[in-house]
């Protein structure tokens, strides 16, 4: 399936990425033909397949259950680890720019 | 003390000359290192050294009293630069990461360093592993050490030919839809993914979670018994983990193969497929019969969707797992920014490379509204075929053979222009992390060029056994191990 301009500068908007114009060229032609590529699943008949959800049970059912580990408390990475990595930590607090506009 | 060669380091040596007390853990360390010194320069596998961590830990070892040491104790490692080591770079291969430093170690480093291995460093990627070249590394490609102009594979590039060059003895990389195999075949190692859930995640940067599994390199088919060993088993800390036994691998992989039912695939080993490979394979076949197996012809008619579901599927879940990329609270964030929304739009723009950005693009139209129906939820249906093809191949066979690559490694540069002939190049890889199943590649000769070509042995879920005892009675039998 073909795919436009404007449908992918939509995409972008989801994706919060602030793509160039040349990107927007480049991705909507290479999109095309990935997307066009991905028509050939219209040829599998679907109907009545339950979509993939977990590993499928090859013959062995209780192999393939997961546990659930005891919901308890357990210390955490704590505060100064926590914001280690911030690009602009507060004291106790990631910092980031306005969430609303001036305008 | 006679001069070392690490490039015939082997689990079972190494493990041998230190219990005879021929040699310490440190004067592994630093053969190791200085072989690095002299080779990384060339082929470039790695992005980041741990040395103080690798010393720390030879030293413990060393300190241990000899029948006290664990089993991989001074057996030297690599990560992938996408697994935490506590105190040192993850950078994904990625801008956005450049500057992390992991707070915690993922819960395969921990169990390496619990059996004694040297973690020497980090190595190279495609960017969050997404690629078949590790050229999409956004700091620099690593190089294929049988032809410098050729790419290694990918995206865990780094790993194979840390591992190749003899840098280390073994080495982790993660496989979403091939990225161990595809690169151990490309460069002549051997290279393993397992089932689903056989080795814990936590730790691991996330790409695509319903297919995203850990796995180990090596020289040789013993060596990633070895490591498999060390790393699989339930962890707490990942719920998808299986708690299910693990055997032991590297004790039961001589086993008397006669019998084993091996099935081949015949339709799909047809076009697109180098003559090369193809005449390699069923060669290959032919010595699987010689030694015992029978032979079978097996029908896996989904696998040719599996590309069109793959390239649905894993950037989907991408485009949800790097969503967590935002600037906020780990990372790279663009300054001069004057809002929250720019903040993010800005930060990501500058922080993924070209073919991120383009998978995040696809999984995020696939997941839309409108849309979701057309490709997220097709795709996932006719997974669910693939996976059912499987389970009535596993009906009458016990292991699937096939190609690890359709071609030898290309040459730099060749694919970077079309991510649809770099997608092409997953082909027989990826139904096997479409399945859940485990699968192995390992040499299997080398074309005129002198380029290595790979075979793939594909398992039931949770029978790695079964696909390394094959593979280790190949190895014996045909003689491609590259040591």
């Not at chain 2, 973690?119 to 190089?143: H, Q, R």
């Not at chain 2, 075929?385 to 030898?408: G, N, Y």
């Amino acid at each position: 399936m073909k795919i436009s301009e404007d449908e992918v500068r939509y995409v972008a908007k989801l994706a919060h990425l602030e793509l160039t114009s040349e990107e927007i060229k480049t991705f909507t032609s290479q999109l095309s033909s990935i997307l066009e590529h991905m028509e050939t699943l219209n040829e599998v008949s679907t109907v009545d397949i339950e979509p993939m959800t977990r590993i499928p049970d090859f013959g062995e059912p209780a192999s393939l259950s997961t546990p659930v580990r005891e919901d308890v408390p357990r210390p955490s990475i704590g505060t100064e680890r926590a914001l280690g990595n911030a690009p602009d930590p507060g004291e106790k607090y990631f910092r980031v720019p306005k969430v609303i506009a001036d305008r | 003390m006679a001069q070392l060669n690490p490039t015939t380091f082997s689990v079972s040596s190494l493990r041998k000359a230190l219990s005879r007390g021929e040699i310490s853990a440190r004067e592994i360390s630093a053969a190791i290192y200085e072989h690095v010194d002299r080779v990384d320069a060339k082929y470039h596998a790695f992005l980041s050294f741990s040395r103080k961590r690798a010393e720390e830990q030879a030293a413990r070892i060393d300190s241990l009293p000899r029948e006290q040491r664990p089993p991989l104790a001074g057996i030297p490692v690599a990560l992938k630069d996408n697994m935490l080591l506590a105190g040192y770079p993850a950078t994904c291969g990625s801008q956005i990461l450049a500057n992390y430093i992991s707070h915690y170690d993922a819960t395969v480093t921990r169990k390496l360093e619990a059996a004694g291995a040297l973690i020497i460093g980090k190595t190279n990627l495609d960017e969050f592993a997404m690629g078949s070249s590790t050229e999409n590394s956004s700091f620099f490609p690593t190089l294929n050490p049988n032809a410098p102009d050729r790419v290694p594979g990918g995206s865990s590039g780094g790993s194979a030919v840390a591992v190749a060059t003899g840098m280390v003895v073994g080495a982790l990389g993660s496989d979403t839809g091939g990225s161990i195999r595809q690169p151990a075949a490309l460069t002549g190692v051997v290279g393993l993914k397992p089932t689903y859930g056989r080795v814990s995640r936590f730790g691991l940067i996330a790409f695509g979670s319903s297919l995203d599994q850990i796995g180990p390199f090596g020289r040789s088919v013993g060596d990633v018994a070895e490591l498999l060993h060390v790393i699989a088993g339930h962890d707490s800390n990942d719920s998808t983990s299986s708690p299910l036994p693990v055997p032991n691998f590297p004790g039961a992989l001589e086993r008397d193969i006669k019998g084993l039912v091996v099935g081949v695939p015949w339709d799909l080993l047809g076009e697109g497929l180098e003559v090369e490979v193809k005449e390699h394979i069923t060669e290959a076949i032919r010595l699987l019969e010689r030694i015992g197996c029978r032979i079978e012809p097996v029908e896996l008619p989904h696998s040719r969707y599996a590309i069109d579901v793959y390239y649905i599927v894993a950037p989907a879940e991408a485009s949800s797992n790097l969503a967590r990329f935002d600037g906020v609270r780990y990372g790279f964030r663009s300054p001069n920014v004057h809002t929250l929304s720019e903040m993010y739009r800005q930060t990501r723009e500058r922080g993924f490379g070209p073919e991120v950005k383009r998978r995040i693009m696809l999984g995020t139209y696939a997941l839309s509204a409108g849309y979701y129906d057309a490709y997220y939820l097709k795709a996932q249906k006719v997974r669910t075929l693939i996976a059912r093809d499987f389970q009535e191949a596993f009906k009458k066979v016990d292991v699937v053979v096939c190609p690890t690559s359709p071609t030898t490694a290309f040459k730099l540069g060749e694919k970077t222009e079309d991510p649809l002939s770099m997608y092409l190049s997953d082909v027989f890889t990826i139904t096997a992390n479409l399945a859940g199943i485990p699968g192995i590649s390992l040499p299997c000769g080398k074309d005129q060029r002198g380029l290595p070509i790979g075979i793939q042995f594909l398992g039931q879920p949770f029978d790695e056994l079964k696909m390394l005892q094959l593979s280790h009675a190949y190895e014996q039998a045909g003689g491609f191990g590259i040591a």
